[in-house]
């Protein structure tokens, strides 16, 4: 549909420049009267012939539907503008004594077909947004037969109480609660915390989770439009297919707008043919006052601005519900945020070394921390790596490496070994993080 438009648009903004440039109106204007040559309203009015059923042909269909619906709107009043202007100048070219609206009616279809083409890629903005959300679920499953077999199947085909495995690295394909294993799982872009979380036995897992260094057996919970994502999903379409009270009061306003266009176009016929001027005459004023009476801006404005917000708050992960809810949301006095992710960057660095042992100065415990974490692609990790970068550090091989689900990382540098661990690594230790013994 977009592309539609935009052919549509290119190819009758390219008729139109012809036919600004034969259009007597625009001659005398700009003194380009030398253009005249004989039956040039003929080659006018085909150029206009084609910009009005080709690039007009969006709007007659709109029209069509419309009078169907008995709705009349803001396809009506476009349809109607245009389709008198070309019938009253194809009448004017063939003998009816008056002056044509070639290019006048040109230029409104160009313009309202760029209109719509803008409305239509804002749109699409909010749609990419939700293809964003569809591409996190994975498409196959390794679900668990007897016998602990594995066996690769397409997440559709698992339902509740299947038993799957998560490898490291891979997506949870759908919502579940972990009963085998221990590991963090990145639902940044599900839940925007940017921190993973560390999951264990007996714990609930979301569906499109990024599984992090330990391998997971899932028991399935729920599937399909029950899961976690497919709820986010169907929040976005709803809101893309809801209006606002601005949208509906801009239709109605169309609709006004458009029995006023009637009604002014003949009574301004009827007025100057009660004065005594030729039919000419009144039908010109008439098809001049139903072209001015075409709201324009009304037309663009409200959908563009209602799919251009839809389209940058799902971009910057604002996922509205109701359109006419995000309308009064100029009117709030209170607003409540999640901090990380949101209002920070959630994006983790060394503030401070603090040394135990005295014989350790720190460069080198950086420089030995960032060997082991430079492996790993926890955000912490990322951050340990960026304080070494950024100090010049060189950093020294790391041999034996091997991850503690959800604790740290550990490897042997320098011959000595070497653990990068969480607090409750240290707990578990029976050591206290705070304390000397650490």
């Known amino acids: 549909m977009i592309a539609d438009y935009r052919r549509r648009f290119w190819v009758s903004l390219a008729l139109t420049l012809p036919i600004l440039l034969l259009s007597p109106g625009v001659q005398g204007a700009l003194g380009l009267e030398g253009l005249r040559f004989p039956g040039d309203r003929f080659l006018l009015f085909l150029l206009a012939s084609a910009v009005y059923l080709y690039g007009g042909r969006p709007f007659l269909q ?4 419309e009078l169907r619906a008995r709705a009349p709107g803001m396809m009506t009043l476009i349809a109607l503008a245009v389709s008198v202007a070309y019938l009253y100048s194809s009448a004017v070219v063939f003998g009816l004594p008056g002056k044509t609206f070639f290019w006048e009616l040109a230029t409104l279809i160009d313009v309202m077909l760029l209109g719509h083409w803008i409305e239509m890629r804002s749109v699409l903005g909010a749609s990419r947004a939700l293809e964003a959300l569809v591409a996190l679920m994975p498409t196959t499953a390794h679900r668990l037969g007897e016998g ?7 997440v559709s085909a698992l339902r509740p109480g299947d038993r799957v495995l ?3 690295g891979e997506k949870v394909p759908t919502d579940g609660v972990i009963v085998e294993g221990r590991s963090s799982l990145n639902e940044a872009m599900l839940t925007g915390e940017s921190r993973p979380v560390t999951r264990g036995e007996g714990e609930e897992v979301i569906g499109g989770a990024i599984n992090g260094e330990g391998s997971l057996v899932v028991e399935v919970r729920r599937t399909g439009e029950e899961t976690y994502l497919s709820q986010v999903i169907r929040l976005v379409r709803e809101a893309q297919a809801s209006r606002s009270r601005t949208q509906d009061l801009a239709n109605r306003a169309a609709q006004w707008l458009t029995w006023i266009a009637i009604g002014a176009g003949l009574l301004t016929l009827g007025a100057w043919l009660a004065a005594g001027s030729g039919f000419a005459f009144a039908l010109e004023r008439m098809v001049t006052v139903m072209v001015i009476t075409c709201p324009h801006a009304l037309g663009l404005a409200v959908p563009l601005v209602v799919a251009v917000s839809t389209s940058l708050g799902a971009a910057h992960g604002l996922l509205i519900r109701d359109r006419a809810a995000f309308e009064r949301a100029r009117e709030l006095q209170a607003v409540i945020f999640d901090k990380t992710g949101t209002l920070t960057e959630g994006r983790f660095g060394v503030s401070d070394l603090v040394l135990l042992d005295p014989a350790l100065d720190e460069a080198r415990a950086l420089a030995w921390a960032a060997a082991l974490e430079r492996r790993s692609e926890h955000p ?26 959800g604790e740290g990382v550990e490897a042997r540098v320098a011959g000595r070994l070497v653990q990068v661990v969480s607090p409750g690594h240290l707990r578990r230790r029976g050591l ?3 304390g000397p013994q650490a």
Request: glycine residues 14%; aromatic residues 2%; without cysteine.
């Open 380 to 405: 912490i990790a990322r951050g340990v790596v960026e304080a070494a970068q950024r100090r010049g550090l060189e950093l020294p091989e790391a041999e034996g490496f091997r991850a503690l689900p």
């Open 148 to 154: 602990g077999r594995v066996e690769e199947v397409p």
């Open 62 to 65: 709109g029209l069509a539907g």
């Open 166 to 168: 998560v490898r490291p």
């Open 432 to 434: 206290r993080p705070e």
